[in-house]
């Protein structure tokens, strides 16, 4: 059996709420704040999702930012 993306060593699923774990911590944290969104008035509910957004943003900025760093050697390219 095959271990399914979220799931520690031994197969079990990480708990990350409703939504499964992504194996980034600042994606799981900012995507558990939407669980608040249940508690609060509607009117309230646009600065969470801004908040959110801008993490994940956060987030996906570092990440494209480490894969530019990594050299590409793929065809085409010189090797080092």
């Given at each position: 059996m095959e271990s399914e993306p979220g799931a520690d060593a031994s197969g079990s699923p990480e708990p990350?709420?409703?939504?499964?774990?992504?194996?980034?911590?600042?994606?799981?944290?900012?995507?558990?704040?939407?669980?608040?969104?249940a508690g609060l008035p509607v009117a309230e509910h646009p600065a969470i999702f801004e908040r959110v957004h801008q993490r994940l943003t956060d987030a996906?900025?570092?990440a494209g930012a480490r894969e530019r760093a990594v050299p590409?050697?793929?065809?085409?390219?010189?090797?080092s």
């Open positions: 990350a709420g409703p939504w499964p774990a992504t194996g980034d911590g600042r994606v799981d944290e900012a995507v558990s704040q939407l669980e608040d969104l996906l900025g570092d590409d050697d793929g065809p085409g390219q010189l090797g």
